[in-house]
């Protein structure tokens, strides 16, 4: 019995999902004759509402000819209220009651004159004189025992009350016209929780899935209820659900066999197993005489390999320490080349800017001469304006070669990164998506802050004419560690760092090799100096720090302001004067541990 475990549990297995899946359809089964009879109903509904309407209209119909021609004797009345609503099934009653109540005339289908009781139909007739319109009354019993409703339309003769129309119709023809079509469905029509009219079609077996639909018609509201019959349930109610279960019997069945047989395979496969395992330890103890002389060759051949990859590996230190030693002989070429650049540019301005104070000073006195004419006092206007202009010029050129005076002064790099914000979404336009991200702690440097806002500026216009088309602007405020040696150009100590992202052009390497150098530039004559860059590294290098530089042609470019931080043991004191041109600045990786 031991061995029948495992069958009887895959058997149950199997039986519960059979199960399961005939329960899904079961409900599946209930769920659609549910949403079919509710949708039934509501048609039931609607067409109740529009077989009384009908019926109303034409008392509306006799009603208007009244009014537009005027009032008529009883009996042409009667025979035009007769051929009105001759063809409508069900009504019992038409009369015809004065602004009395009194009833001046009133027909039956058959000619006959049947009784209105103008008492019962008073609350009617006064709601349908008040609104102007149509008004049903509560249902009542005919004399065959038959529930009817009465319909009555207001008749107004020059904005006066002159009576009314009455129209009695029976409950049940309303609703057998209204349920044509319903096949074996079931439905009765209810004033409250008493039923005034019912048609059916088949017994009561499906009241179960009785659903019901309001009807709802001037002042008067009933309900429909319905319900399928034995045909409709016999098609949607599908014998799937017990076919599966009986298939599962026989599935559990049969599942529990093939465990069983297969549990017998396993046990003669394991006996068959041990005589192949003691078979294949033979096997093996040959294997192992033609592995150790196997491996023996392996570690001829490793050691081969390593003695081999050795020496790549020395040809390939020793290539790399010559290109490095190539690197920096470029960058001490290029540094002294931008130093004599730098040399050049101060020397000029200095001389320029002398030469510009004497034409200014005479300029000037000739501007307030009171004896010159007003041309004269003109021309000398304009040329202390292009004097001022050219200072501009000379004060760049000094920064180029550093030695414009500095101010410098203890300064929150972060909050002066973030106090040009509004002239920075200006100066870029609309096109362009500026983020300022401002670190959490304070980034206090010793520098001119005038000038460090002349570096911001600068690189920002250098990104935007890198973004013709629009892009993302970033700017990052933090700060980094330099250890060790130091990198590059920076020596070791804390820094802070402004970083300044564009998704502009970017740069090839032939224009990053002369991206500092002063009045180079790629933009078209007219449109820039070539000082921009020149003039923010000068700034930059004569307050201690360094600028470095990531680009990529197609993919932007990433500028890297690094000054040092106040009381760091990189901080140094602003150069006043500077004799020597900005060195060239080399794109390196720093070692850095930024919060931002």
């Not at 999902?17 to 089964?29: E, K, N």
């Not at 001490?332 to 540019?345: N, P, T, Y």
């Not at 216009?461 to 892009?471: S, T």
């Amino acid at each position: 019995m031991r061995g029948w475990i495992a069958p009887s549990v895959v058997a149950g297995v199997v039986l519960a999902f059979a199960l399961y899946l005939g329960h899904t359809l079961a409900s599946h089964d209930a769920s659609h004759i549910l949403n079919a009879t509710q949708m039934m109903v509501a048609d039931a509904a609607r067409d109740v509402t529009e077989e009384l309407d009908s019926r109303i209209l034409g008392l509306v119909r006799i009603a208007s000819r009244w009014e537009v021609r005027g009032q008529r004797a009883p009996e042409e009345w009667a025979l035009d209220a007769h051929l009105q609503v001759a063809h409508l099934r069900g009504y019992y009653a038409l009369g015809w009651l004065d602004p009395s109540g009194r009833v001046r005339s009133a027909v039956g289908p058959d000619g006959a004159a049947p009784v209105i009781d103008a008492a019962a139909l008073a609350p009617a007739i006064a709601l349908a004189q008040s609104s102007r319109q149509a008004a049903l009354s509560p249902w009542f019993g005919l004399p065959d025992r038959t529930a009817a409703v009465a319909a009555v339309v207001p008749l107004f003769s020059g904005g006066s009350y002159a009576g009314c129309t009455v129209g009695v119709f029976r409950l049940s023809v309303v609703l057998d016209a209204a349920a044509t079509g319903l096949g074996d469905y079931s439905v009765e029509l209810l004033a409250g929780t008493e039923r005034v009219g019912r048609y059916t079609g088949s017994n009561r077996a499906g009241e179960v899935w009785a659903s019901t639909a309001p009807v709802r018609l001037y002042n008067a509201s009933w309900t429909v209820r319905g319900w399928p019959g034995e045909r409709t349930l016999a098609v949607q109610q599908r014998e799937l659900p017990l076919v599966l279960v009986i298939v599962g019997l026989l599935l559990a069945a049969l599942s529990a066999v093939a465990v069983r047989l297969g549990q017998t395979a396993a046990r003669r496969a394991r006996q068959a197993e041990a005589a192949n395992r003691e078979l294949g330890r033979e096997i093996a103890e040959r294997e192992l005489a033609q592995e150790a002389l196997a491996r023996a060759r392996d570690e001829l051949e490793l050691r081969i390999a390593e003695r081999t990859a050795e020496l790549a590996a020395a040809n390939a230190e020793l290539r790399a320490q010559m290109a490095e030693r190539q690197r920096f002989q470029e960058q001490l070429i290029q540094s002294q080349k931008m130093e004599a650049v730098g040399r050049l540019a101060g020397g000029l301005a200095h001389d320029l800017n002398n030469v510009l104070t004497v034409i200014a000073a005479y300029a000037e006195q000739v501007h307030q001469d009171p004896g010159v004419t007003s041309a004269v006092r003109e021309h000398a206007a304009e040329i202390l304006a292009s004097i001022e202009r050219a200072g501009a010029l000379t004060t760049r050129l000094l920064a180029v070669g550093r030695r414009q005076k500095l101010q410098p002064q203890r300064v929150d790099l972060s909050a002066l990164v973030l106090g040009t914000e509004d002239l920075l979404r200006q100066l870029i336009g609309a096109g362009i998506d500026l983020k300022i991200s401002a670190d959490g702690g304070p980034e206090t440097i010793l520098a001119d802050p005038r000038q460090i806002e002349q570096v911001i500026l600068n690189l920002v216009i250098n990104a935007r004419d890198a973004m013709p088309r629009g892009g993302r602007l970033t700017l990052q405020t933090g700060h980094a560690e330099i250890n060790g040696h130091g990198a590059g150009e920076l020596a070791p100590g804390r820094y802070a760092q402004l970083i300044v992202s564009d998704t502009g052009t970017g740069m090839t390497p032939e224009v990053r090799s002369h991206l500092f150098e002063p009045f180079f530039t790629t933009k078209e004559p007219g449109k820039g100096t070539g000082l921009g860059l020149s003039t923010a590294y000068g700034i930059v290098k004569q307050s201690g720090g360094a600028i470095l530089v990531e680009t990529e042609p197609g993919r932007g470019s990433r500028f890297a302001v690094c000054l040092p931080m106040a009381g760091s043991s990189a901080e140094k004191p602003a150069i006043p004067h500077g004799p020597n041109g900005p060195p060239r600045d080399v794109a390196v990786q720093i070692p850095v541990s930024s919060k931002s």
